[in-house]
């Protein structure tokens, strides 16, 4: 346990002062990393510990993007309050794909599928509804102070996705060690048993997708203030949806570092396909080389080493 | 304290359980036996609320809980176990336990210390660490058994804890339900062996084809024709007096 | 309100449009009802199986419909061989891991489309591409008519092969009661195999009628993904009946949500069906209780 503890403060330590040498490129990676472990916990938190598989995690993500970004440009909300706002969207979503999706029984692939059509749902109505300005998507106009959620240097937005990362890790931390967390795993494990022994299983999923909903709307928020512009394939595509699974299913699903370490990964194998293409020139098209990749590696993951990554380097669980 | 009235439920126009009626009293043992597919664990489900009955009423301590949700039936004091068990396989035994004791207490120390509690009354303290998906068959009736106890229950109905294992397992699972009779819970437990009841319920419901034929001391029903010939095939009890 | 017909014209077109996902999402009810698993690669076979019949063209220049026998087998052959070696072997537990594994299949398969075959939207030029056909109001486009009658063609075969061959009543036993079946004697690991290979058969052969009419992407199964799935939950999983009826419906309701709602938000109506299936009637229109 003391290790372990060690081992984080260590890890924090370098991630706090990585910005100091690196270049920018390095910095905007380890932004990345830290932003897609954000998302991917979001994900991991209902996927991975309560076992409600999603593929349409995007809708939480495209509403908060989307709810901060029209309170800022079409009613003058300052970004960081519209963060507040984007939030509590992203919760209102959840808790109501969750309270339809669950009042109906549906549980396993068909939970899964969907969310994946509540998604194309929301990215259809992007496209199509005036205040979103549709396909066009919307842009944030540049004013580079810290109190409209810009950075003249890139540097505070690498510090402020790994603030949100340490934070998404200490809420799947205390979710191994609080009666919530140990609910979702038992409704995980066994729905059944899980309702014998006293739990309203209905109201914990609900729950647990709220927070989760919650939590991807502010990656959303975070993306918009980042790229100040966002469209409905940005915002809902199926391509982030897909991301988050794979990033925490790799990394090890409902497990504290699964997300972060599977962000870690994706990046890795997208810098060794980057460097390969280099090499040889036949593979100039890099992004798909390491999708191609991750593809493989969630199949063999699935099959092979539920949990994931992880799994690789834990001890057998022992009580602490 | 649990008293079960007509109380029917078919599925798809089968009877699975025909106007059955049963009564537990504080402090009892009661068994629940019946051949094969008589409705005994439909019977369960239904009082346990993980099936809504067709008509009947089930009261417990007084109230009426017909139709309530299995958690706030458990809240009020009776929880119920699976004939074939099912162990949360990826967390410890202490885990498994915990989320039994997690129910009375949001405090995970006290729960940690409950769950220790009750492994020691069923004989698993030195299981706690193993993996639920690594438990023998006796050691996940028993896993099955600490959980339910967990939640700290006034009644508990146990479904087969019986079944599958040796009859040293046996003996010594019986040794632990009545212990936990002695602690102050009642248990009305389904049986499909008849030994294994008699050794141990004071009192004995008979299932057959959903509907309650005879309730009496185990030694009564042993000698009931009605019941030998629903275990044995009709005309039996003719053939076994003769 | 709309002329009654441009309407008419609407839904003849839905039908015919139809008529094609009832072949594509035959394939995907015959997967589930059999093996118990959601083929959520079902739309990246198919796009796979469209850049086939599109490479044939280009290179060889073999037409489409002449393809079809060709494409099919093919199409079989893979399928049967996918689930050998990896479906097949990786096929238990969970229902969301099986999800999951086809999931990381779709995305190998469209990466490895774009790697290979670039982003680029490639079309099949036929000669009889514009030629148009005029029942009453409407003109309709005469590869769509073929594709429509042939798709149907193909379906009642499949029926028939189904119901009267001795691998297709295995299939049958199979799918109704795998223990029973391999009981007496029927190589279940074999018909399952052999009822993947089928399901993406029929991929194989809509790719086929589809070319003529349609464009490739390596993104085009994302497009009949969720067309297909929510066809087969319309009309019940594992129902035959269901997945004919279920494609007809999309396919008019596509055409309709296009005209009354224009090209954007006309889309929302099959997602929005497949909500309210799952939600209020999950079983669908001829499934049975699960």
Request: a positive charge.
């Amino acid at each position: 346990m003391n290790r372990t503890i060690a081992l984080c403060g260590a890890g924090l330590a370098a991630a706090v002062i990585f910005p100091l040498f690196a270049s920018n490129y390095f910095v905007n990676i380890g932004l990345l990393v830290f932003f897609v472990a954000f998302i991917g916990q979001s994900w991991n938190i209902a996927g991975g510990f309560a076992g409600q598989t999603s593929f349409g995690h995007v809708v939480f993500f495209g509403t908060g993007a989307y709810t901060s970004t029209i309170l800022q440009v079409t009613y003058g909300w300052n970004p960081w309050l519209a963060w507040l706002a984007a939030m509590l969207a992203g919760a209102i979503v959840g808790w109501m794909i969750a309270v339809l999706s669950f009042r109906a029984g549906l549980r396993g692939s068909y939970f899964a599928l969907i969310t994946l059509a509540f998604a194309e749902v929301f990215r259809i109505l992007a496209n199509s509804v005036p205040f979103t300005r549709g396909g066009l998507g919307m842009l944030i106009k540049a004013d580079q102070r810290p109190l409209n959620f810009q950075f003249r240097d890139p540097i505070w937005f690498y510090y402020l996705a790994l603030a949100l990362c340490v934070i998404s890790l200490l809420i799947a931390w205390r979710l191994t060690r609080n009666r919530f967390g140990a609910r979702l795993v038992a409704i995980r494990e066994n729905e059944d048993a899980a309702r014998a022994l006293g739990i309203d299983v209905f109201a914990e999923k609900v729950k647990v997708l709220t927070l989760s909903g919650a939590m991807c709307a502010a990656g959303g928020t975070f993306y918009a203030q980042k790229y100040l512009y966002i469209d409905p394939s940005i915002a809902f595509g199926v391509d982030k949806s897909v991301e988050m699974l794979l990033v925490s299913m790799v990394g090890g699903a409902g497990t504290i570092f699964g997300p972060l370490i599977g962000s870690v990964a994706l990046t890795v194998i997208n810098e060794v396909t980057r460097g390969l293409a280099s090499v040889v020139p036949a593979l100039k098209n890099v992004q798909p080389l390491s999708l191609v990749v991750y593809g493989i590696m969630l199949v063999l993951i699935v099959a092979r080493l539920p949990d994931g990554l992880m799994g690789l380097f834990r001890r057998k669980p022992r009580h602490a | 304290m649990l008293e079960v009235r007509e109380l029917s439920k078919s599925f798809g126009g089968l009877k699975a359980v025909d106007h059955a009626s049963l009564d537990v009293r504080q402090g009892e043992i009661v068994g629940l036996i019946g051949p094969n597919g008589a409705g005994k664990t439909t019977l369960f489900a239904a009082i346990a609320g993980f099936h809504a009955p067709d008509a009947g009423r089930v009261a417990f301590e007084g109230k009426d809980i017909t139709g309530w949700p299995p958690h706030r039936i458990c809240s009020a004091g009776m929880v119920r176990t699976f004939q074939i068990t099912q162990p949360f396989a990826k967390i410890s035994v202490r885990e498994n336990i915990m989320v039994g004791a997690y129910f009375r207490t949001a405090d995970r120390k006290r729960a940690e210390r409950e769950a220790e509690a009750v492994a020691g009354m069923v004989g698993m303290a030195g299981q706690l660490d193993q993996m639920g998906a690594d438990l023998t068959v006796a050691g996940r009736k028993r896993l099955e058994l600490a959980r339910a106890l967990a939640t700290s229950p006034r009644l508990l109905l146990l479904d087969e804890v019986m079944a599958g294992l040796n009859p040293t397992e046996i003996t010594e699972i019986v040794a632990v339900i009545r212990a936990i009779r002695d602690s102050g819970v009642t248990i009305l437990l389904i049986e499909h062996v008849m030994q294994a009841v008699t050794s141990l319920a004071e009192r004995v419901y008979v299932l057959n084809q959903g509907r309650m034929i005879a309730d009496g001391t185990p030694a009564a029903i042993a000698e009931n024709p009605e019941v030998v010939e629903a275990y044995l095939g009709h005309g039996a009890a003719k053939v076994l007096r003769a | 309100m709309l002329d009654p017909q441009i309407i008419v014209a609407g839904v003849l077109n839905g039908l015919l449009a139809g008529g094609i996902y009832v072949l594509v999402a035959v394939g995907l009810t015959l997967i589930y009802g059999v093996l118990h698993i959601i083929n959520f690669a079902h739309g990246s076979l198919l796009m796979l199986a469209m850049y086939a019949v599109f490479w044939l063209w280009r290179l060889v220049g073999v037409d489409p419909y002449i393809a079809l026998p060709l494409v099919t087998a093919g199409a079989f052959v893979f399928g049967f061989v996918l689930y050998r070696l990896v479906i097949g072997r990786f096929s238990h537990g969970r229902d969301e891991n099986i999800l999951l594994i086809t999931l990381g299949l779709s995305i190998v398969v469209d990466n490895i489309a774009l790697l290979f075959f670039g982003g680029d939207t490639q079309t099949i030029d036929v000669p009889y591409a514009g030629r148009f056909v005029e029942l009453g109001a409407a003109f309709l486009p005469l590869p769509k008519i073929i594709s429509f009658a042939a798709s149907l063609v193909l379906c009642v075969i499949l029926g028939l092969y189904m119901a009267k061959s001795d691998t297709g009543k295995a299939i049958r036993a199979v799918a109704k009661e795998r223990q029973g079946a391999r009981l007496v004697g029927i190589d279940v690991d074999n018909i399952f195999a052999i009822s993947y290979g089928i399901g993406i058969a029929c991929l194989g052969a809509a790719a086929c009628l589809l070319m003529p009419t349609f464009y490739v992407t390596p993104t085009s199964g994302h497009a009949f993904v969720l067309v297909a799935f929510t066809i087969v939950v319309l009309g019940g999983m594992g129902s035959f009946i269901g997945a004919a009826i279920g494609g007809f419906i999309i396919g008019i309701t596509e055409a309709l949500g296009g005209l009354f709602l224009g090209e954007q938000l006309g889309q929302i109506g099959i997602s929005l069906i497949f909500i309210l299936i799952l939600l209020f009637k999950p079983t669908g229109l001829f499934g049975s209780k699960a």
